[in-house]
């Protein structure tokens, strides 16, 4: 450009960070980046923006070079280059990405102390950002709080993990319903008002799916169908396959077999995955104690033959005769060293009952199993 007497304007320097950031040596890239960032801050013509400083986060970002990253960040100031929320996503999810990287080659004991660096490095960015935004001084969005959230659900402490109800609560009015499964260690973030315009974060899909992998972990099954209700039946959150899938995900920690039978049919079917099956099926298998898993593990077979009519799922086949064969503590019960002929009778009801139960989830699986027998193997264009 220059041999033609050409200058670079603001875009063209956009466009070279962007390029940066998808360099195939990223380390490299950082060192260039760097070098025309200086030749911006030099540039009598032009006036870096966030913009600018954004796009060479993101470099660092990518080159997991944290040291570099926070050195920009110290050339912020509050008129051309101050921070956004999209800033303070990038550094987020930077120190997220880093304390992961190479993580399973790493002790428990270093894993967990890379993730406790940080979250407290990100806790400390977190109160700059509310101080800001209660002042009007920044504005803060859905991505931005959801990257808060799952660096604080990488934590090892669970006073981390249980910030996240608070955390949506401070941003975005929701009611932290954890407190009602009695925990009391979610009122560690302290509530503020919003921000300077009055207005709390609008929450979405990526909301819903960070809540729902927090109850799981947390397990608080309860408290997460609570915000499910909340977020879909009375926010009108649409939920895309994802959150359905953290949805059941969920259900399968907390055993609640009962409730992915319920809402296994209310899967709408352009958000079908035949995976949803397979873990509601295995949230039956895990709730084998249960009566009542049996007609719940055949409401999930039923949805399932209804749904995916082109393609079953076999391993869910192979789960339902799962759950039969596990479901037997009522019966081990009835057949623990008979004293009498009464209780040697109540033995060998119990057997065939049980041989009963598993001869009917055979007979279940007869249909669909021959159905996948001649998708696979008779119905093959010759």
Known sequence: ??????????????ILFN?????????????????HYNLLLEDRRLQPNSTHMNALLHVCSQAGDLESMFHIINTADEKTRAPTAFTYTIVLNALRHAASKDAASLSDAQRNQNFVVAVDRGKAIWSEVISKWSTGKTQVDEALVCSMGRLLLMSPRKDDKMQIASLLKQTMNLPDFTLKT?????SSATAVEPSASGVFVKPGTNTLALVLKAMATTNMTNAGLEYWRHLVDRMGIVPDSDCWMRLFGMLKVGRSSATAASLIAEVPADAVN???YRIAMETCVRDNINENVLANARAILTAMIASCKDELDLHTLRLYLHTALVSHSRFRAQTDAPKNDAEANKEKDAKRHYALQITSAIDDLWEPYKRAHY????????
């Open 1 to 14: 450009m220059k041999r033609r007497g050409q200058n670079p304007n603001a875009q063209t320097y956009t």
């Open 19 to 35: 390029g940066f950031a998808r360099h195939n040596h990223p380390k490299v890239a950082v060192g260039e980046a760097f070098k």
């Open 182 to 186: 009695g925990s009391s260690s979610s």
């Open 274 to 276: 035949p995976r949803m």
């Open 375 to 382: 998708r696979y193997f008779k119905d093959l264009p010759s």
